[in-house]
């Protein structure tokens, strides 16, 4: 820390009895103490499973669709309601800023992630959803991975956002409300047909988004899924 301060002549004012030097002891004390499997490196190891699987001459061949389940589906606040504005585009499940709402901000942050208890549907003034992109559902919170380890060795084998989709969903709705508020089976649905064949990888609740999206097609043969007859919001 003193060496980076110093190349970018970077001050800290004399404070009475606070000594940089133990900060960085300290760091270096927690970091050793972390299980090596949870440790934040980035030495290459990460990339072991794609590599022995480049080895074996395995490449890209059809697009990959990721569909996370609960813990490693981000939500994220639009609200611009004044109460809630300070929640702007900020994760609210997932990431430290979580931690830090529930820890100092627990009853805003509990009024925010609530639903309306009649329509299921979101309350007056406040927006919650999905968070999108592949950065969305690849860590909980930092060293806490769910998705990023396969996403890595996806992309030794040449797998990039050209060929790798995630399809995150609000897992507070019941599935009738997702197609009802998102169109979610809709976009979903656009999304599969759009690629013609897929590789899906689903984790928990995720299983159970695809089978039911499965199943509502199956009904709807050749049909508008949008209206996904048979599925019931379980």
Request: some cysteine.
């Amino acid at each position: 820390m003193s060496i980076l301060m110093d190349q970018y002549n970077v001050y800290m004012p004399d404070l009475p009895g606070f000594d940089l030097t133990r900060v960085e002891t300290e760091w270096s004390r927690l970091r050793s103490s972390i299980p090596e499997i949870w440790k934040f490196n980035n030495d290459g190891r990460e990339f072991q499973v794609g590599e022995a699987m480049r080895a074996r001459g395995l490449s890209a061949e059809h697009p990959v669709i990721l569909i996370p389940g609960v813990i490693s589906t981000g939500l994220e606040s639009w609200s611009t309601s004044p109460d809630y504005r300070a929640f702007f585009r900020e994760k609210l499940w997932g990431g430290f800023n979580m931690i830090s709402q529930v820890t100092f901000n627990k009853e805003k942050w509990i009024a925010a992630m609530m639903l309306d208890p009649v329509t299921g549907l979101d309350p007056p003034d406040v927006k919650i959803r999905a968070a999108e992109g592949i950065d969305a559902a690849s860590s909980f919170i930092q060293g806490y991975w769910i998705w990023s380890k396969i996403v890595e060795n996806l992309a030794v084998v040449n797998y990039d956002t050209n060929n790798l989709y995630l399809a995150p969903y609000d897992w507070r709705l019941s599935y009738s409300n997702l197609e009802v508020r998102d169109g979610y089976f809709s976009r979903l649905k656009t999304t599969i047909e759009g690629l013609k064949y897929g590789i899906y990888m689903c984790l928990i609740c995720g299983s159970n988004i695809l089978r039911t999206y499965s199943q509502a097609a199956a009904r709807k043969k050749g049909g508008d899924c949008g209206t996904l007859n048979g599925v019931d919001g379980e």
